[in-house]
């Protein structure tokens, strides 16, 4: 049986949202200020490190100089998972899983914050310009709180009440330690097949088998395991799950009453696998057994400043 499935977790949906990307293809044989001109000269871009093999990417952790004791988390990102995690094992191997997919996870609620601040700042301006509305329509869009041939300025007050409530409610970020529990549950801390086949960290599902990976024990033919085009897009696509589906109702309810109980919010995950109050308690265990809960309150480093990099074989942008 595929370890992704091991959980008894439910396929889930998904939403790919673009983004501009660098990616640096490594060799360390010389000196090169190219990495460095790039991050100071465009602090708002972040640096996805393209490495192939696990000294690359112990390697590439050197580029950004960061200050350890404050717990922060170099703004490092990779593409895919190095097959060298396989041959970790134990704490090794989870601490490797979270460096790998904790700076994009921190990445990813703080486009879910910057989200959250330009809807709500348009929601509350007396006066809303036409760019406002079809922002506020959007994202209520995006986030299934209104119809797709509504629009926000047409609906009762009610209803407008009631998505402004839950705009600001849906919109926030995943909790690290959660999102690191699940991703570690769901992908066996990075060794599943759909993680290194199709950049699959929490077995989300495509409606076209001719687009998908086909589990070993998967008997439908509706649908398979969805290919991402990277880890980036995988958690992305997690995030937008949790704050969008009715399933998980009760784990944005217990992140809105108290954002740090950890504890409380995996009961609202009842509903993410077949195996229900079940995988409620292995999150849980997760969390404070195999210590995901310590990364709750991580922060990536400010952008754009870096150490000394290593010469560069190659350098080229993706939009």
């Known amino acids: ?124 301006r007396d006066e809303r310009s036409e760019a406002d509305i079809r922002l506020i329509n959007e994202t209520a869009k995006k986030y299934n709180l209104i119809k797709e041939e509504d629009d926000f300025l047409t609906i009762s007050d009610e209803k407008k009440e009631a998505v402004v409530y839950l705009l600001d409610m849906n919109i926030r970020p995943v909790p690290p330690a959660i999102a690191l529990g699940q991703a570690a549950l769901e992908s066996a801390w990075g060794t599943s097949r759909f993680t290194f086949e199709g950049n699959n960290l929490f077995g989300h599902v495509s409606k076209d088998p001719s ?31 949790l704050n969008r589906n009715r399933a998980y109702r009760k784990f944005r309810l217990f992140r809105q009453q108290d954002p740090k109980n950890l504890m409380k919010m995996a009961e609202g995950f009842d509903r993410y696998a077949i195996i229900k109050e079940l995988y409620v308690g292995r999150l849980q265990t997760v969390m404070f057994k195999y210590g995901t809960h310590r990364y709750n309150d991580a922060k990536l480093a400010e952008p754009g400043v870096a150490g000394m990099i290593g010469g560069l074989k190659q350098v080229y942008i993706t939009n």
């Open 211 to 241: 687009k998908g990976l086909k589990p070993k024990n998967w008997s439908g033919t509706q649908r398979h395991i969805y290919i991402f085009d990277s880890i980036t897009a995988s958690i992305s696509a997690y995030m937008l799950n």
């Open 1 to 124: 049986m595929d370890r992704a499935l091991a959980s008894g977790a439910k396929g889930r949906g998904f939403d790919s949202r673009p983004a501009r990307q660098i990616f640096f293809v490594m060799n360390f044989n010389r000196i090169s200020f190219i990495i460095l001109f790039l991050l100071l000269a465009s602090p708002t871009l972040s640096a996805y490190l393209n490495v192939d093999t696990y000294d690359e990417y112990v390697a590439a952790r050197r580029l950004l100089a960061v200050d350890r004791e404050k717990g922060e988390v170099p703004r490092v990102f990779i593409r895919a998972i190095p097959q060298k995690i396989k041959e970790l094992v134990g704490i090794e191997r989870r601490r490797f899983f979270i460096d790998l997919i904790l700076p994009i996870i921190l990445a990813e609620n703080e486009k879910i914050e910057a989200e959250h601040d330009a809807v709500m700042a348009a929601v509350k």
